[in-house]
């Protein structure tokens, strides 16, 4: 079964500084790749996704990801941390399209001023 | 908003009892994910549905069943209610074809078991 690894289940930056949440993927096909964003009392918002079509993927509120296959990465990054920015991150795994998606444990991402 | 509606938003209710949660997808979905956040598990999927059929399953716990009804909304039903069934219910929906990957959620219903 598909799975991803979340290491980390909290980072600490400081404001304006890079963020960077990692994700591994456990697939023996190729993924559709997943970052979901989770603020306080709310639902889950997508970030961005990976589908096989660019290997960077740039997402919403200055998010990217770079899908790296021989690494079976999936990392998320930002250049600067905003203090909007904390909330508790998902990456998540469907092995096929319009299926349900796997995921990690989440990061909790604290921003201090 | 993602355009997923789920109610009820918060629910009480004691050991032993049966509740159903709502769910209706945005307009155009297909498919009905419905999860389980807690702090110990995670995220963990349930079951989905794809235009009304069930199309898979996950931990989902033998006292647990969902439904999709023909006009697309689903329910799950959890009955004979344990203390660790206290959680936050998430249900998500997506076109659910083959060139669409994304699930919206909702904003979950947050259950209390005492």
């Known amino acids: 079964a598909q799975s991803v690894t979340q290491l980390g289940s909290h980072v600490s930056v400081s404001e304006g500084a890079l963020v960077l949440l990692r994700c591994n993927y456990s697939?023996?096909?190729?993924?559709?790749l997943f970052w979901y964003v989770q603020y306080p009392n709310q639902g889950l918002q997508l970030l961005l996704k990976?589908?096989?079509?660019?290997?960077l993927v740039k997402g919403i509120n200055g998010f990217e990801a770079e899908f790296k296959k021989s690494e079976t990465s999936f990392h998320l990054t930002k250049p600067s941390a905003h203090m909007s920015d904390a909330a508790e991150y998902f990456c998540?795994?469907?092995?096929?399209?319009?299926?349900?998606?796997?995921f990690g444990k989440g990061t909790s991402l604290l921003v201090t001023p | 908003d993602s355009g997923v509606t789920q109610t009820p938003k918060h629910l009480i209710t004691a050991t032993g009892q049966r509740v159903t949660l709502r769910c209706s997808p945005r307009?155009?979905?297909?498919?009905v994910y419905w999860y389980q956040q807690s702090l110990d598990q995670g995220l963990q999927f349930l079951i989905q549905?794809?235009?009304?059929?069930?199309?898979a399953k996950g931990n989902i716990l033998e006292r647990f069943s969902a439904q999709q009804f023909p006009d697309l909304h689903s329910e799950l039903n959890l009955s004979s209610l344990e203390l660790g069934d206290s959680a936050l219910y998430f249900c998500?929906?997506?076109?659910?074809?083959?060139?669409?990957?994304?699930?919206?959620f909702g904003q979950g219903t947050r259950l209390t078991v005492v």
């Open positions: 998500a929906s997506s076109v659910g074809g083959v060139s669409n990957t994304e699930a919206f």
């Open positions: 697939s023996s096909v190729p993924p559709y």
């Open positions: 990976y589908t096989s079509a660019a290997t």
């Open positions: 998540a795994v469907s092995e096929r399209s319009g299926y349900a998606l796997n």
């Open positions: 307009s155009g979905d297909l498919s």
């Open positions: 549905y794809y235009n009304g059929e069930e199309r």
